[in-house]
Protein backbone atom coordinates (compact mmCIF):
# COMPACT_ATOMS: atom_id res chain seq x y z
CA UNK A 1 0.00 0.00 0.00
CA UNK A 2 1.26 3.41 -0.92
CA UNK A 3 0.60 5.93 1.81
CA UNK A 4 0.12 9.79 0.78
CA UNK A 5 1.37 12.56 2.44
CA UNK A 6 -1.36 14.81 3.74
CA UNK A 7 -3.96 11.61 3.56
CA UNK A 8 -5.66 12.73 6.88
CA UNK A 9 -6.11 16.35 5.52
CA UNK A 10 -7.40 14.52 2.32
CA UNK A 11 -9.97 12.49 3.59
CA UNK A 12 -11.23 15.48 6.16
CA UNK A 13 -11.45 17.63 2.79
CA UNK A 14 -13.37 14.85 1.35
CA UNK A 15 -15.85 14.16 4.46
CA UNK A 16 -16.87 18.50 4.55
CA UNK A 17 -17.35 18.06 0.51
CA UNK A 18 -19.73 15.43 1.07
CA UNK A 19 -21.60 17.35 3.67
CA UNK A 20 -21.56 20.60 1.72
CA UNK A 21 -23.23 18.39 -0.96
CA UNK A 22 -25.21 16.90 0.94
CA UNK A 23 -26.89 19.78 2.51
CA UNK A 24 -26.97 21.65 -1.28
CA UNK A 25 -28.68 19.11 -2.60
CA UNK A 26 -31.43 19.06 -0.01
CA UNK A 27 -31.86 22.56 -0.25
CA UNK A 28 -32.28 22.24 -3.84
CA UNK A 29 -35.03 19.59 -3.39
CA UNK A 30 -36.82 21.62 -1.38
CA UNK A 31 -36.30 24.61 -4.24
CA UNK A 32 -37.59 22.40 -6.88
CA UNK A 33 -40.54 21.46 -5.02
CA UNK A 34 -41.35 24.80 -4.05
CA UNK A 35 -41.22 25.39 -7.80
CA UNK A 36 -43.81 22.54 -8.54
CA UNK A 37 -46.34 23.76 -5.76
CA UNK A 38 -46.25 27.55 -6.50
CA UNK A 39 -46.95 26.29 -10.24
CA UNK A 40 -49.93 24.33 -9.07
CA UNK A 41 -51.48 26.88 -6.79
CA UNK A 42 -51.36 29.46 -9.41
CA UNK A 43 -53.84 27.42 -11.26
CA UNK A 44 -55.95 27.81 -8.29
CA UNK A 45 -59.79 28.05 -9.96
CA UNK A 46 -63.38 28.52 -8.44
CA UNK A 47 -63.03 24.53 -8.28
CA UNK A 48 -61.09 24.82 -4.85
CA UNK A 49 -64.94 26.66 -3.67
CA UNK A 50 -66.72 23.50 -2.52
CA UNK A 51 -70.30 23.33 -4.52
CA UNK A 52 -73.92 24.27 -2.69
CA UNK A 53 -75.47 21.77 -0.87
CA UNK A 54 -79.05 22.00 -0.37
CA UNK A 55 -81.45 24.26 0.49
CA UNK A 56 -82.41 25.74 3.74
CA UNK A 57 -85.55 28.11 4.32
CA UNK A 58 -86.07 29.04 0.72
CA UNK A 59 -82.60 30.37 0.08
CA UNK A 60 -79.34 28.55 -1.03
CA UNK A 61 -76.34 27.96 1.43
CA UNK A 62 -73.31 30.27 0.93
CA UNK A 63 -70.86 28.75 -0.77
CA UNK A 64 -68.07 26.96 2.00
CA UNK A 65 -64.78 27.56 1.05
CA UNK A 66 -62.12 25.40 1.15
CA UNK A 67 -59.05 25.22 2.43
CA UNK A 68 -56.29 27.86 1.94
CA UNK A 69 -54.19 27.08 -0.38
CA UNK A 70 -52.02 30.77 -0.21
CA UNK A 71 -50.91 30.73 -4.15
CA UNK A 72 -49.67 34.30 -3.74
CA UNK A 73 -47.39 33.50 -0.90
CA UNK A 74 -46.19 29.99 -2.83
CA UNK A 75 -45.16 32.90 -5.81
CA UNK A 76 -43.03 34.85 -3.34
CA UNK A 77 -39.31 34.97 -3.91
CA UNK A 78 -36.38 35.75 -1.71
CA UNK A 79 -36.46 39.63 -3.07
CA UNK A 80 -40.53 39.87 -2.36
CA UNK A 81 -40.76 37.71 0.69
CA UNK A 82 -42.20 38.86 3.87
CA UNK A 83 -40.11 39.08 7.44
CA UNK A 84 -42.07 37.98 10.11
CA UNK A 85 -40.92 39.09 13.50
CA UNK A 86 -40.92 36.88 16.99
CA UNK A 87 -41.12 38.01 20.58
CA UNK A 88 -38.40 36.73 22.82
CA UNK A 89 -40.48 33.59 23.80
CA UNK A 90 -40.08 32.85 20.05
CA UNK A 91 -43.46 33.37 18.94
CA UNK A 92 -44.52 35.59 16.05
CA UNK A 93 -45.44 38.94 16.83
CA UNK A 94 -46.24 40.58 13.59
CA UNK A 95 -49.94 41.80 13.46
CA UNK A 96 -49.37 42.57 9.52
CA UNK A 97 -48.41 39.15 8.15
CA UNK A 98 -48.92 36.77 11.34
CA UNK A 99 -52.46 36.00 9.54
CA UNK A 100 -51.03 34.78 6.26
CA UNK A 101 -48.08 33.34 8.10
CA UNK A 102 -50.32 30.62 10.01
CA UNK A 103 -52.16 29.60 7.22
CA UNK A 104 -48.79 29.27 5.43
CA UNK A 105 -47.65 26.67 8.03
CA UNK A 106 -51.62 24.97 7.45
CA UNK A 107 -51.41 24.08 3.53
CA UNK A 108 -48.00 22.54 4.57
CA UNK A 109 -49.88 20.43 6.96
CA UNK A 110 -51.94 19.37 4.81
CA UNK A 111 -49.38 18.88 2.40
CA UNK A 112 -49.03 14.52 1.99
CA UNK A 113 -45.75 14.86 0.81
CA UNK A 114 -43.80 16.50 3.62
CA UNK A 115 -46.82 16.19 6.07
CA UNK A 116 -47.80 12.05 5.48
CA UNK A 117 -51.76 11.63 7.12
CA UNK A 118 -50.54 7.51 7.99
CA UNK A 119 -47.67 8.64 10.14
CA UNK A 120 -50.02 8.08 13.63
CA UNK A 121 -47.50 10.83 15.72
CA UNK A 122 -45.99 13.72 14.21
CA UNK A 123 -42.34 13.08 16.64
CA UNK A 124 -42.23 10.25 13.91
CA UNK A 125 -42.50 12.12 10.39
CA UNK A 126 -39.29 11.64 9.90
CA UNK A 127 -36.45 15.05 10.14
CA UNK A 128 -34.97 14.60 7.36
CA UNK A 129 -36.10 15.07 4.93
CA UNK A 130 -39.64 15.85 5.52
CA UNK A 131 -39.15 18.28 8.60
CA UNK A 132 -36.04 19.64 6.94
CA UNK A 133 -37.81 20.83 3.68
CA UNK A 134 -41.01 21.90 5.12
CA UNK A 135 -38.37 24.49 7.47
CA UNK A 136 -36.58 25.30 4.26
CA UNK A 137 -39.50 25.98 2.31
CA UNK A 138 -40.90 28.39 5.08
CA UNK A 139 -37.55 30.32 5.28
CA UNK A 140 -37.51 30.82 0.81
CA UNK A 141 -41.07 32.39 1.58
CA UNK A 142 -40.59 33.92 4.38
CA UNK A 143 -37.71 35.73 6.02
CA UNK A 144 -37.60 34.77 10.45
CA UNK A 145 -34.81 35.25 12.59
CA UNK A 146 -32.68 32.39 13.54
CA UNK A 147 -33.92 30.06 16.34
CA UNK A 148 -37.70 29.72 15.00
CA UNK A 149 -37.72 26.45 13.69
CA UNK A 150 -39.33 24.54 16.45
CA UNK A 151 -42.33 27.19 16.79
CA UNK A 152 -42.84 26.66 13.36
CA UNK A 153 -42.65 22.65 13.25
CA UNK A 154 -44.58 22.56 16.50
CA UNK A 155 -47.48 24.95 14.82
CA UNK A 156 -47.32 22.91 11.93
CA UNK A 157 -47.80 19.64 13.74
CA UNK A 158 -50.71 21.27 15.60
CA UNK A 159 -52.53 21.69 12.87
CA UNK A 160 -51.57 18.51 11.19
CA UNK A 161 -53.08 16.94 14.70
CA UNK A 162 -55.92 19.28 13.58
CA UNK A 163 -56.58 18.30 10.60
CA UNK A 164 -56.21 14.48 11.08
CA UNK A 165 -59.15 14.92 13.84
CA UNK A 166 -61.52 17.05 11.61
CA UNK A 167 -60.99 14.58 8.76
CA UNK A 168 -61.91 11.91 11.88
CA UNK A 169 -64.76 13.61 12.52
CA UNK A 170 -66.39 14.47 8.93
CA UNK A 171 -65.44 11.64 6.95
CA UNK A 172 -65.19 8.19 9.34
CA UNK A 173 -67.97 5.98 10.78
CA UNK A 174 -66.78 3.54 13.18
CA UNK A 175 -70.36 2.09 12.55
CA UNK A 176 -69.51 1.50 8.27
CA UNK A 177 -67.65 -1.21 7.04
CA UNK A 178 -63.87 -1.14 6.03
CA UNK A 179 -64.95 -1.06 2.28
CA UNK A 180 -67.64 2.27 3.04
CA UNK A 181 -65.11 3.96 5.40
CA UNK A 182 -62.15 3.37 2.89
CA UNK A 183 -64.58 4.16 -0.12
CA UNK A 184 -65.24 7.66 1.36
CA UNK A 185 -61.71 9.50 1.06
CA UNK A 186 -61.53 13.06 1.18
CA UNK A 187 -60.88 15.70 -1.31
CA UNK A 188 -57.71 16.48 -1.98
CA UNK A 189 -55.86 13.33 0.83
CA UNK A 190 -54.00 10.94 -0.60
CA UNK A 191 -55.83 7.91 -1.27
CA UNK A 192 -53.29 5.55 0.46
CA UNK A 193 -52.67 7.74 3.43
CA UNK A 194 -56.91 7.56 4.43
CA UNK A 195 -56.43 3.70 3.61
CA UNK A 196 -53.83 3.51 6.06
CA UNK A 197 -55.92 6.02 8.54
CA UNK A 198 -59.36 4.10 8.78
CA UNK A 199 -57.52 0.58 9.18
CA UNK A 200 -55.67 2.04 12.31
CA UNK A 201 -59.30 3.73 13.41
CA UNK A 202 -60.72 0.50 13.20
CA UNK A 203 -58.12 -1.63 14.43
CA UNK A 204 -58.53 -2.67 18.14
CA UNK A 205 -55.09 -0.55 18.77
CA UNK A 206 -57.18 2.47 16.93
CA UNK A 207 -60.34 1.79 19.21
CA UNK A 208 -58.28 1.50 22.04
CA UNK A 209 -56.77 5.36 21.24
CA UNK A 210 -60.36 6.89 20.77
Request: contains cysteine; proline residues 4%; glycine residues 6%.
Amino acid sequence: MVRTRGGKSSRQSTRKSTACDSAQASHERAHNDTQVLTQQSAHVTQSSIEPNIGISGGRKKRKARGPTLMPKVWGQTEETRKRISFNKFGQPNDKEHMRTFAHFLGTLARNGKYAPLNVLRWDKVPEKPNKEQMLQIVKDKFEIPLGCEDYILQSIGKKWRNLKSTLKAKYFDSKLSLDENLRNVPNRVNESHWNDLVKHWLSKEGIVCQ
